[in-house]
Nanobody
Framework: QVQLVESGGGLVQAGGSLRLSCAAS????????MGWFRQAPGKEREFVAA????????NYADSVKGRFTISRDSAKKTVYLQMSSLQPEDTAVYYC?????????????????WGQGTQVTVAS
């Protein structure tokens, strides 16, 4: 059983930074893709970033390119999302997700495992 636990959310001023963590357990994740999604109030959950666990290939939503960085620590089974130059429009609940495939995907329906989410609020 795959378990994903996010942490690191909070309140930050516009222009600030936060690092989210996603601790993964229950499987060997070498054949998995890990993703971060976010959901703002009244909006659909949207793709943010993804990383192939083996090899480290990454993919980003256009809205976060150059500001967010996804990475993983294999020894700790943890995926990170470093967020910089945060703006109020980045305010959302951020979810970690796992997909049992080497292939990157931005589609929410391709991810079968989800964490409980962590709130990120960016004040203007």
């Amino acid at each position: 059983q795959v378990q994903l636990v996010e942490s690191g959310g909070g309140l930050v001023q516009a222009g600030g930074s936060l690092r989210l963590s996603c601790a993964a357990s229950g499987r060997t994740f070498s054949r998995y893709t890990m993703g971060w999604f976010r959901q703002a109030p009244g909006k659909e959950r949207e793709f943010v970033a993804a990383i192939v666990w083996c090899g480290g290939t990454t993919n980003y939503a256009d809205s976060v390119k150059g500001r967010f960085t996804i990475s993983r620590d294999s020894a700790k089974k943890t995926v990170y999302l470093q967020m910089s130059s945060l703006q109020p429009e980045d305010t959302a609940v951020y979810y970690c997700a796992a997909r049992g495939s080497y292939y990157l995907s931005q589609r929410r329906q391709d991810y079968g495992y989800w964490g409980q989410g962590t709130q990120v609020t960016v004040a203007s």
